[in-house]
């Protein structure tokens, strides 16, 4: 079973939408969870960081841990074509494993 | 400061040919990973080294070798190159946090290599 799954997509969405991104994980000890944004032909950059259940929120981003359903989340409010990327969820243990990527398009 | 550099950015193997990629951190960082992203894939860890001398394998090792000598470089070795290693690599590295967890990785900008 791999430690955390994403659902591949692909989503496209008009300017002005939420887009909601959705990851599951395996083992309950984990506690700590990433979201890296990827542009085309460039390597992975941290977008949000977060530690146990609740949420974080960084400007039009919102980071969400359901520990009891072992769900992590992703929200982008009022998306723009500059949002269009892949994006991939991440355990935070020491071996960093990665989601399969969600390729967001933000159509104008 | 540079981060994380990978050499070459793009390489033409043939079948059965050897090469090594290169990957250096200038950040002392003691965590360093090799990824491979095959077209509409995520990343897909090759191997890892928590500190110099020590290595571990990943999800997808076969095919590959690393070492870690220092704390600066962590190359991956292909030997008998196969089309099925046609892929983008990446090297990231990070600094270890508390209770076995990681902070920020910085990655490479990518090695794309073809086998034919």
Known sequence: QKEVEQDPGPLSVPEGAIVSLNCTYSNSAFQYFMWYRQYSRKGPELLMYTYSSGNKEDGRFTAQVDKSSKYISLFIRDSQPSDSATYLCAINDYKLSFGAGTTVTVRA | ?116
């Not at chain 2, 550099?5 to 200038?26: A, E, N, V, W």
Request: proline share 5%; aromatic share 12%.
């Open chain 2, 1 to 116: 400061n540079a981060g994380v550099t990978q050499t070459p950015k793009f390489r033409i193997l043939k079948i059965g040919q050897s090469m090594t990629l290169q990957c250096t951190q200038d950040m002392n960082h003691n965590y360093m990973y090799w990824y491979r992203q095959d077209p509409g894939m995520g990343l897909k860890l090759i191997y890892y080294s928590v500190g110099a001398g020590i290595t571990d394998k990943g999800e997808v090792p076969n095919g590959y070798n690393v070492s870690r000598s220092t704390t600066e470089d962590f190359p991956l070795r292909l030997e008998l190159a196969a089309p099925s290693q046609t892929s983008v690599y990446f090297c990231a590295s990070s600094y270890p946090g508390t209770g076995g967890t990681n902070t920020e990785a910085f990655f490479g900008q990518g090695t794309r290599l073809t086998v034919v």
